[in-house]
């Protein structure tokens, strides 16, 4: 019997295993993940060869892996520009310049390097950055009245930007920002996307209200550097999402440390355990801990995130850990909101 690990059911049971053909002794079947992001694909995969190739009779085993992201979002007509969003997550901090974007763009990249459909959107409407760390360009085409979104490496990115002039942003007030924000989300034809991230500005502002009021966010990925002065204001943003209902769905800690290359030694340069002690006090798990890595800045400034730039790197390995631990969570949450989360959560901070 197979489990999965996040699931805790087994592969059969949950539906996972289908179009079985046995043809003598060669076995073939779909293995059909929750996410492609799944990061127990591997593991799963192996174990299901593994257990029917020990079944009497079988010679060959042909395990087919596909993936079919669950989720939906609350209340939104298929007919919608976010009718085949799967996921939308915020992704904010509260503090400025903690490396939001930076997670955002590297969260996006590396779950559209595992197979998913992936949007991304620049809500920061005082110091949009999007364009600058992909490359974006802007939208030229329309389909049946939306801009179609523009697309770097396959993921559609959209920025305020694009609807604010350079010198005007500070300008914007309250009613005109929450416009923007809604036709950002609602003027692009998204298409099918599993994971729609947002980019949210620094602060608990008009776009964070908006967003929390009007877009239906499955909830929102809290970005915090290790040291408390970074947390108080992390803790502002929690208030206020826990007082709009948003879930918090887990905690990254960028800046973690530095990884220094001539001796290979963490040196907590902003302290150490603020991401983790975050996540504890709210019952989340920590996504990952990125460490502070010329090459993610490297990788922004050359609109290469660090992710698929240097996957290799200890930075880039633990960005894209978080996304695959995001993306299970969001399995988990949508196959089974409730019990099952909470078990997820209880097994993974143990994990
Ligand atoms: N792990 C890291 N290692 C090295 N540099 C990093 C890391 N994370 C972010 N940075 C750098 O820190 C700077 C700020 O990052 P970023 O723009 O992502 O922060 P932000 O929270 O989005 O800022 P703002 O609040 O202005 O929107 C950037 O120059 C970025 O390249
Ligand atoms: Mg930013």
């Known amino acids: 019997m197979v489990h999965d690990p996040d699931l805790h059911g087994d592969v059969v049971s949950l539906g996972f295993i289908r179009d ?3 043809d003598g002794p060669a076995v073939s079947f779909e293995l059909r993940l929750t996410t492609p992001a799944c990061p127990a694909r591997e593991s799963l995969t192996e174990a299901c060869r593994v257990a029917v190739a020990a079944l009497p ?4 085993v042909d ?3 596909t993936a079919r992201t669950v989720g939906g979002l609350a209340g939104v007509d298929p007919a919608d520009a976010l009718g085949g969003v ?10 400025g310049g903690v490396g939001k974007s930076t997670v955002a763009v590297n969260l996006a990249w590396a779950l559209q390097a595992a197979g998913a459909r992936v949007g991304l959107v620049d809500a920061d409407v005082h110091g949009p950055s999007l364009q600058h760390l992909t490359g974006a360009g802007v939208p030229t085409e329309q389909r049946e009245g939306r801009s179609l979104p523009p697309e770097v490496d396959g993921v559609a990115v959209v920025s305020m930007a694009m609807f604010v002039p350079r010198a005007q942003p500070a300008l914007l007030r309250g009613p005109r920002v929450s416009a923007v924000v809604q036709q950002l989300l609602t003027s692009f034809a998204w298409g099918e996307r599993d994971y729609l991230l947002v980019d949210c500005p620094p602060g608990t502002g008009d776009v964070h209200l908006t967003l929390a009021q009007v877009a239906p966010l499955t909830g929102v990925v809290l970005v915090t550097t290790p040291q408390e002065t970074a947390l108080l204001d992390v803790r502002k943003a929690v208030t206020m999402y826990r007082q709009l209902d948003v879930p918090i769905l887990g905690v990254v800690e960028t800046m973690a440390g530095f990884l220094c290359p001539s001796c290979d030694v963490l040196h907590p340069i902003f302290g150490e355990g603020g991401g983790q002690a975050l996540a504890d006090e709210l019952g989340v798990p920590l996504l990952a801990r990125v460490p502070l890595d010329p090459a993610v800045a490297a990788g922004g400034e050359r609109a290469r995130p660090v992710v698929v730039g240097e996957p290799d790197a200890a930075s880039a390995r633990a ?6 631990r995001l993306a299970a969570l969001l399995s988990v949450r949508a196959a089974s909101p409730g019990e099952a989360l909470d078990s997820f959560r209880l097994v993974w901070r143990r994990g």
Do not use: N, T
């Not at 009779?57 to 060959?60: C, H, M, Q, Y």
């Not at 799967?86 to 503090?95: E, I, T």
């Not at 960005?319 to 695959?324: D, M, P, R, S, V």
């Open 319 to 324: 960005l894209a850990h978080a996304a695959g």
């Open 20 to 22: 079985v053909r046995v």
């Open 63 to 65: 395990v087919r892996v």
């Open 86 to 95: 799967k996921h939308l997550v915020a992704v904010a901090s509260g503090k």
């Open 57 to 60: 009779g079988v010679g060959s």
